[in-house]
């Protein structure tokens, strides 16, 4: 199974005898059988008939559209969700639980700043000579995971949020330092990305939602309905919510490409204030992000079936409700 990544202009696909083709204005490219797709990701100028997206999510795959410019999520495609209300039901009953939803996020958010405390260990090995800011960092992070585990006096929701912003203060400031100062990079902006490793962050952990999305789909979840995030107009808050102990690896992967010299300041550009990836760039960076993509994938796949499982069990003890118009005894 593979991921396409389609970032080429005037990039037309079409279906022909089990197989995805791709042809340009001066004839065919080459095609990949159906089968083999798990992803398709695409960027820019690329066309396609409802007939293909039909055929790819019959086949199971998600399809991902970036802009052109900044790369940003435009829409997501993805095929027939689980049919089993139940799982919604319990979902939906879990976020009218104020202390359900408080010790889903309590979990969430441990695992996340552990992780963070992970890489910035792993950094302080590798970067004796950013002993300081490092150590600082996590230093920092340590005495707020006490507060996130303190069952004493457990946070509620907005204590985590007040918690989980301290938290990424200190760890951008110790990450930061990890990057040479051609990168310009300063800590954590985006919409748009103002450095390059800005913007492979945000690529990174967009492709890492786009997952999440499709990992909710799977179970039958409702990827709007978050228990961590609140819901907004557009947004997948519980996508959001999955992806939070995720970040550190797309953090820590995004150092490697730096600290590799897989990319470097050469290989992005400035656009009306925003920093982009050259079309080079682009290339490195999806090569690079499929092994972490897959890994990430299972791993999501996995917790998703637990999640699910969770609610289910929920979702049957939820009252059932009369139809609209019918008397209640």
């Excluded at 979902?91 to 010790?103: L, S, W």
Aim: hydrophobic share 40%; glycine share 8%; with cysteine.
């Amino acid at each position: 199974m593979t991921t396409l990544y389609i970032d080429r202009k005037d990039i037309e696909l079409r279906v022909s005898g089990g197989a995805l083709e791709f042809r340009e204005p001066a004839g065919r490219r080459g095609s990949v059988p159906l089968s083999r797709i798990e992803r398709v990701v695409l960027r820019g100028r690329v066309q396609l008939s409802t007939s293909v997206l039909g055929a790819l999510t019959e086949a199971g795959a998600g399809v991902l559209s970036l802009s052109g410019r900044q790369s940003r999520h435009l829409a997501t495609c993805v095929g027939r969700p689980h049919n089993d209300v139940v799982r919604r039901l319990g979902q939906f009953d879990t976020y009218r639980d104020p202390e359900a939803r408080a010790q889903w996020s309590r979990r969430l958010i441990e695992a996340k700043t552990k992780g963070q405390l992970r890489l910035l260990r792993r950094a302080l090995e590798r970067r004796l000579d950013k002993r300081r800011p490092l150590t600082r960092a996590i230093t920092q992070i340590e005495t707020l995971l006490i507060r996130i585990t303190d069952a004493a006096q457990p946070p509620d929701i907005a204590s985590l949020l007040g918690i989980e912003g301290a938290g990424a203060a200190a760890y951008f400031a110790g990450y930061r330092t990890l990057f040479p100062g051609s990168l310009q990079f300063e800590g954590r902006n985006r919409r748009p990305p103002r450095d390059p490793v800005n913007a492979c962050l945000s690529l990174g952990y967009t492709l890492v939602h786009f997952e999440a999305v499709v990992a909710c789909h799977a179970v039958g979840l409702d990827p709007l309905l978050g228990l961590y995030h609140e819901p907004a107009y557009g947004r997948e808050s519980l996508a959001a919510d999955i992806i939070e102990p995720l970040r550190p690896h797309v953090d820590e992967w995004v150092w490697t490409l730096f600290r590799e010299r897989t990319l470097t300041a050469k290989g992005f550009r400035e656009d009306s204030g925003a920093v982009l990836l050259g079309k080079a760039a682009r290339q490195h960076f999806y090569t690079r992000f499929h092994p972490l993509g897959t890994a990430l994938r299972r791993l999501l796949r996995r917790q998703m079936r637990a999640v699910a499982r969770e609610f289910e069990e929920r979702g049957h003890d939820v009252p059932s409700f009369a139809p609209a118009g019918a008397s209640r005894s």
